[in-house]
């Protein structure tokens, strides 16, 4: 049971922005980065726990290459939720941070739970990569439009670290294996 106070008041409610002084973005534009920087929160925290389950889940020949690589991306895609939230925060938001209202904000979906073949896996994680990367590229060219630089160059990064994930993985789903043709 949780001990949290029922009736505790918030000191910055959910879905609120209180426009940070030193940074001195407008609060319209606040808002707009804000919620461009929660779908990309919500999506990068689904992406690192559909990794997770798939890092623990490989099997085979080149398990042990896929299960690191699968390790790290994950933790990259943590990183990146990190470096979300801190931005929003910074801007004046509230990170959305629970785990219904991350898959609700995310405009990308899990798998489910069932475990399936790793190149079944990793088509599904390269689909979600896709989805990511063009959300991002959206929202660096809005921060940009908006004037906020430091958001544009916060999701350039993240934009780069993604598409190399996902070009990584493009590469795994390749007919080209050191595997012997019966042992598949």
Known sequence: MSTQEADATP???A??????????IPEDKA?????ALQTDLASMYVLYHQLKKHH??????EFLGIHEFLGDAADDAEEAADELAERIQAIGGVPVSSGAALEERA?????????YDIRTSLANDMEMYGDIIESLREHVNLANTLGDYTTEEH???ILEETEEHAHHIEHYLEDDTLVHEDAM
Not at 107 to 115: K, L, R, S
Request: net charge negative; hydrophobic share 45%.
């Open 155 to 157: 999701l350039m990064d």
């Open 56 to 61: 623990w889940a490989v099997e085979g020949a």
């Open 31 to 35: 808002e707009e980065i804000v919620e």
């Open 15 to 24: 879905g609120t922005i209180e426009a940070s002084e030193a940074l001195r």
């Open 107 to 115: 405009p990308v979906a899990p798998e489910g739970q069932d475990v």
């Open 11 to 13: 000191r910055q409610a």
